[in-house]
């Protein structure tokens, strides 16, 4: 029993063989015996933090946004916040140590102190993975989540879960598996992509049951907007799934910094490294003749342009265009006019050793995937949740009450 002084039983060691139900050796002594320990635990242990898993029906849902900007209006009502996230997914690139990135991110955002942050356990990288089927990570998992958070305070404790309802099953961490370990009230951010996204709702409420606290729909189209309000919200709360969020589509929270793009196309920036903060909301490929490209350059906002180093007519076109950033594909760097011309309209050229098509699939994959560590996202997505989050009813779900007004 953690927390709890044992001295009162013979053998503390073996509580367990005793407490075991139906085991024989189970007397009226040691049932006396069990309860003079749990008596003990109880008195001995502090009061816990409320705690809130975060999960998602799907990866890059926007489960770090929405804990980063929850986690900043509690800290305005006066709540003091810890953060965890069990199942590390990218490592940083700025520490020494084994640290995910969305936890280095969120704790220096927030300002957390370590007796306010959770340890990550493990990284679902498939060399990991790997071990843990061959046998070789023989790790119990769901006990060092548990004794993990015993030196965590706060007065909430969010916990960022899996990328879906299975990611961390073969570690005995899945959404499901943490929400029962912790008895923690479930907040579920889900993707609106089309109505048949209810019944993944549906049944992630008859798997956590009465923890789900709520639902986060996000990145809902304007179009579909109406019929999210007036026929899905509805239709969820009759099924005891309260609806916190309704968020609106935003091509901004779908960007990508060039900076990002840069790191993972191991691209060589020719121009522009002081411009690299500039956010990318779409893609372009330039691959047609110069006279069609102007006019299907000029529709795009805020572009990634991709062509060969050696199209310098569909740079050219690029440059006068909305074009956050140049990218070059088969190394063939590019002439000095367009260095000297991308220097002037201020945008990045960068250079890759990579064809078109495996560029391209590298980017779309950025642009798919909901992250928050650019300050103007941050800020967006924090007007969205002052908007739009029903925050006063997840602290009443929780039975909490703000220390400031």
């Known amino acids: 029993m953690v927390g709890g002084s044992l001295s009162c039983f013979p053998n503390p060691r073996r509580l367990d063989i005793y407490l075991v139900p139906g ?13 003079c320990v749990l008596k003990s635990a109880e008195q001995k242990r502090p009061v816990r933090s409320k705690y809130i898993l975060v999960g998602s029906t799907e990866p890059y849902s926007g489960k770090s946004a929405t804990i980063l900007i929850m986690a900043r209006q509690l800290q305005k009502k006066g709540l003091d916040i810890a953060y965890g996230k069990p199942l590390g997914t990218f490592f940083s690139d700025s520490s020494n140590t084994e640290v995910d990135e969305d936890v280095e991110f969120l704790s220096e955002t927030l300002n957390l102190q370590p007796d306010r942050l959770g340890a990550t356990l493990a990284f679902l990288e498939p060399e990991a993975l790997e071990k843990r089927m061959r046998g070789e990570d023989a790790i119990d998992y769901p006990r060092s989540f548990l004794e993990s958070l015993e030196g965590v305070g706060g007065d909430v404790l969010l916990v960022e879960g899996p990328g879906d309802m299975e990611e961390g099953s073969l570690l005995g961490l899945s959404l499901p598996e943490m929400a029962k370990l912790t008895d923690a009230s479930v907040l579920l951010v889900s993707r609106f992509q089309s109505l048949l996204g209810v019944d993944v709702l549906l049944s992630a409420k008859e798997r956590l049951g009465d923890r789900l606290m709520g639902v986060l729909l996000n990145d809902i189209d304007p179009e579909e907007m ?5 026929t899905i919200r509805p239709f969820l709360e009759a099924r005891g799934i309260p609806v916190l969020a309704m968020l609106p589509r935003s091509a901004l929270l779908r960007s990508v910094s060039v900076a990002e793009l840069a790191k993972r196309l191991n691209a060589e920036v020719l121009c522009g490294a002081d411009k690299l903060e500039l956010m990318v909301e779409s893609l372009k490929i330039g691959a047609m003749n110069v006279n069609s490209a102007l006019k299907y350059l000029s529709a795009g906002e805020n ?74 996202k941050v800020n967006y997505m924090g007007q969205l949740m002052e908007e739009h989050f029903a925050l006063d009813r997840l602290l009443a779900a929780i039975g909490l009450e703000p220390v400031l007004a």
């Open 23 to 35: 085991n024989p050796l189970l007397t009226r002594q040691a049932q006396k015996w069990g309860k």
């Open 226 to 230: 109406t019929v999210a309000q007036e």
């Open 303 to 376: 572009m990634a342009v991709v062509t060969g180093g050696d199209r310098t007519e569909i740079q050219l076109a690029a440059l006068e265009t909305s074009t956050q950033c140049l990218i070059l594909t088969g190394h063939l760097p590019p002439s000095p006019q367009i260095l000297e011309r991308a220097e002037e309209a201020e945008v990045p050229v960068l250079l890759v050793d990579l064809d078109t098509l495996s560029t391209v699939e590298i980017i779309e994959r950025a642009l798919g995937q909901v992250r928050l560590h650019e300050p103007i």
